[in-house]
């Protein structure tokens, strides 16, 4: 079936310390690639999408590139913050369009002033 | 405010009792799911709505749990007869058919 596999956390880094947060998938179509960010006490949030290889979905400083020959789509930023402390998720939905997101388990981000 | 509503945020009950959740999702959306996510995992899917058909149901979705949404707008979840294992965060989400999935800030579920 479809799964989403991530690197286990707690990942917990220096404020303008480099992240990468590794995410692959396994999918029996084509999917769309997503990170879903939750910060502590509220709901889950799109971060960023990307929808065909080699794409890169980019929002708030976070970039992801789908590649499609290595079925990853890492999770990067340049220079974090205190305030991007929280749970990031990977996920996937098939472009088939009839199958619902499937997640990783999340990986968790502190970032230390 | 026009995301995903969930009521109540907090439900406390006693087991062998039964919880009905609400979720009212974006206006024109006409996918609805139903997640549940425990302490340390990621949201596991339990059932999904095209406007009011029911569409897919995951295994973890036990006979105790059923889930509605009868005029394709607000979605119920019941679970029968709660068990301590059911405590968790049940999140609804909605869509566009198959656009970007925007979700509620969740039913946190207690069972004694």
């Known amino acids: 079936g479809d799964s989403v596999t991530q690197m286990e956390g707690p990942v917990t880094l220096s404020e303008e310390a480099f992240l990468t947060i590794n995410c692959t998938y396994t999918?029996?179509?084509?999917?769309?690639l997503f990170w879903y960010v939750q910060y502590p006490g509220e709901g889950l949030q799109l971060l960023l999408k990307?929808?065909?290889?080699?794409d890169k979905g980019s929002n708030k400083g976070f970039e992801a590139t789908y590649r499609k020959e290595t079925t990853s789509f890492h999770l990067e930023k340049g220079s974090v913050q205190v305030s991007d402390s929280a749970v990031y998720f990977c996920?996937?939905?098939?472009?088939?369009?009839?199958?619902?997101?499937?997640f990783g388990k999340g990986t968790r981000l502190s970032v230390i002033a | 405010d026009t995301g995903v509503s969930q009521n109540p945020r907090h439900k406390i009950t006693k087991r062998g009792q039964n919880v009905t959740f609400r979720c009212d999702p974006i206006s024109e959306h006409n996918r609805l799911y139903w997640y549940r996510q425990t302490l340390g995992q990621g949201p596991e899917f339990l059932t999904y709505?095209?406007?009011?058909?029911?569409?897919?149901k995951s295994r973890l979705l036990s006979d105790r749990f059923s889930a509605e949404r009868p005029k394709g707008s607000f979605s119920t979840l019941e679970i029968q007869r709660t068990e301590q294992g059911d405590s968790a965060m049940y999140l609804c989400?909605?869509?566009?058919?198959?656009?970007?999935?925007?979700f509620g800030p969740g039913t946190r579920l207690t069972v004694l």
């Open positions: 989400a909605s869509s566009l058919d198959s656009g970007v999935v925007f």
């Open positions: 996920a996937l939905i098939l472009n088939s369009g009839n199958t619902p997101l499937v």
């Open positions: 709505f095209q406007n009011e058909a029911q569409l897919e």
């Open positions: 990307a929808t065909k290889a080699d």
């Open positions: 999918a029996t179509g084509y999917p769309s």
